[in-house]
Structures are given as structure tokens and as C-alpha cells.
């Protein structure tokens, strides 16, 4: 076992196929959402288990172009251009038509999962456009709506019937509100066994619609909660690159998360691996926390940045366990090995 492993592994649960479920998490994308996807394929293929749901901790680099990039996020995609993989792979328009182009190395990459990925509004994202969709396509106000999908030129007219529209697989979670993940079906029924809770909140107060602070109150039995920034506290003594650890997170946070005490609570934001912690909350019970990488090549021969990826699997609402993926067919990829997805 690596440096990096989690120390939660040792109580990892059983895969009973039947009734489990994996949830894969990943930290700050920044863009290389592709990426995601193939790591959730090689997982798969590497570990012969499926990936049911994907989530993202928010940053996850929705722009449509350059053009649409604050100073900052400009910045570092000039530097990085796979900062700009969402308008690459997923937001590309045929100028002659407006409409969108299907990418062929998307579909083939997604074509290998059935897993979507959910993900909560950084503070690097195009917020304009992120909005524009909940408050005029959402289904209702407490649905993700996914995100790679022309809803504008659908509603205008530019698209035939069965004509491509996006993937739909980059789906935007309300904050503030609980989402449910249904589990293995019952095959009597066909109803859930079980579901998971999910609630999403940025935790940066300009990012953090001002009524998801109240809704987020009022949610009980939440299993997964996932935010951008962390609690207050959460970083002391992590500090292992001179940054203002000590100082950082929202102490709103911190009282949301111990009122509505989820079992699991993931963050990024900060680009560094957090392990496993525990947070006693108001209901006497603790609330598990961890924060992810960024995922990354810090530079075109360096190898993937570690503990930016892991697994949740859960065999019930009540019976979860939370592993940092480590193993070498991960901690070896290189950016040539993924030259073509970013």
C-alpha cells in the first residue's frame, strides 16, 4: 500500500454486485472533463466493477471559449489549453449552422460508461451561462440539469428531429437542495433497494446562491454532501506548501455541515489531497471528510497528480466506504497517455 492510500481502504466493503453501488469522486477538473470519463473506463476495466454515478467537487471548467473566461481562468488556459476540454469536447458548433457537432473521441470515451457526472458550480466556471440553464430548462428547481446540451437552439428551432443536441452526460446540481441517487433495483419490484442523499453547496459566499444557505439547513438524512470550499478548521495542519491553510475555509460552512450531519463530505478548491478526517456534528454522530487534488499534469512528462480520484461504494445508505484510487495503472498515467482527451 502507497504513501497515499487512504487509511478508510482497510474497511472498504464487500462488492456484492447485486445490491452495491460505486460512486466515483473527483476533484477540481479545470477543464479535463474528458479525462474524468477515461479514468472512470480505466477503473472499470482495471477493477472488472462498475462506476454508477461520477461526482465533481465544482471547478469543473465550464466555459464555451476563451472568449468567455474571466482574467484568471484566461490566464492559466494560455498555459494550459486543456483548461478549455469543455468547448472542445463537449461545445463545439458548426459555424455554417450554429448547431452542435458531435466530437468523435467524446462519444467513443463515453460510450464506455453509462455513468454521468454531477457536478457543483467552482468559482471557475462560466456562472452567466450555468445559470441561464437552471432558470429557464430545469426541469424544476431541485433536478440537475445537464449542462452540454443546446437547450437554446432546441427551444428555437435549429435541430431536426433526432438530431444531435449534446450529450447530456454533465449534469449541474442545485444548491442547496437534496438529490436523490437511486440504487440497484429490486428485481421483484423494480423499485430502488435503497437511495443515496446528495446535497450540493459552493461554501464561497459570492458562489453560493444567498437562499441555498437556509434550504441546505432544512435537509435531514443527507448521505453525501459535496462543496467547493471547506469548513473552517478543516485545514490546519495540512499545510505542507506555505499557503494560508490555517486561515482557510467558511466557518457557514462549518455550522451547516454539523446541522445537517451527512455521513460523507467531500471539497476542493485548495488542490491538495486532504485525508480522511472526522467531524463531530449536532446529531452526536461524525461526519467523514475529505478533500481532493486537483486533477492534473503539472507539465507534459509529469504523471498524474495524486489523490485527485476515488471511490465510494456503498452497499446502503447506511454502510459506506470511501478509498483514494492509488493503485500503479493510476499513479503512473502520464499526459502523453492521455494526450488525445485533454
Known amino acids: 500500500m502507497s504513501a497515499m492510500s487512504n487509511s478508510s481502504n482497510s474497511g472498504a466493503l464487500h462488492d456484492d454486485g447485486a445490491t452495491s453501488m460505486n460512486i466515483a469522486i473527483f476533484g477540481d477538473l479545470h477543464g479535463r472533463v474528458l479525462l474524468a470519463f477515461h479514468l472512470i473506463d480505466l477503473w472499470q476495466r482495471h477493477t472488472g466493477a462498475s462506476i454508477d454515478y461520477a461526482l465533481s467537487v465544482g471547478d469543473i471548467g465550464i466555459y464555451r471559449s476563451i472568449d468567455n473566461m474571466e482574467k484568471t481562468s484566461r490566464r492559466f488556459a494560455e498555459k494550459y489549453p486543456e483548461e478549455l476540454g469543455f468547448s472542445k469536447f463537449f461545445w463545439t458548433f458548426d459555424t455554417q449552422t450554429h448547431r452542435i457537432e458531435k466530437h468523435p473521441t467524446t462519444s467513443a470515451v463515453l460510450d464506455r460508461s453509462s455513468a454521468d457526472l454531477l457536478f457543483l458550480p467552482g468559482n471557475h466556471e462560466e456562472h452567466g451561462f450555468l445559470c441561464g440553464i437552471c432558470d429557464h430548462f430545469a426541469v424544476t428547481t431541485d433536478t440537475p440539469v445537464a449542462v452540454d446540451v443546446d437547450w437554446q437552439g432546441l427551444s428555437d428551432g435549429l435541430y431536426d428531429e433526432n438530431q444531435f443536441h449534446g450529450h ?129 499534469f503539472v507539465d507534459r512528462t509529469a504523471a498524474i497528480t495524486r489523490g485527485c480520484f476515488g471511490v465510494l461504494k456503498v452497499n446502503s445508505p447506511h454502510a459506506m466506504a470511501f478509498h483514494i484510487v492509488d493503485e500503479p495503472w493510476f499513479t503512473e498515467l502520464t499526459y502523453s497517455d492521455c494526450r488525445g482527451l485533454l
Open 168 to 296: 447530456a452526460r454533465l449534469h449541474l446540481l442545485p444548491q442547496g437542495r437534496s438529490v436523490d441517487l437511486p440504487g440497484p433495483l429490486d428485481e421483484t419490484t423494480w423499485a430502488p433497494l435503497y437511495s443515496c442523499s446528495l446535497l450540493a453547496l459552493n461554501g464561497l459566499d459570492r458562489y453560493t446562491r444567498p437562499d441555498s444557505w437556509g434550504l441546505a439547513k432544512t435537509c435531514v438524512d443527507i448521505d453525501i454532501m459535496l462543496t467547493h470550499e471547506t469548513y473552517r478548521g478543516r485545514l490546519e495542519g495540512f499545510d505542507k506548501t506555505g499557503r494560508r491553510d490555517a486561515a482557510a475555509g467558511s466557518e457557514r460552512l462549518l455550522s451547516t455541515i454539523k446541522r445537517v450531519s451527512p455521513k460523507y463530505h467531500f471539497f476542493g478548491h485548495h488542490h491538495w489531497y486532504y485525508p480522511e478526517v472526522e467531524l463531530r456534528n449536532q446529531a452526536g454522530s461524525a461526519t467523514k471528510s475529505v478533500g481532493l487534488n486537483q486533477v492534473h
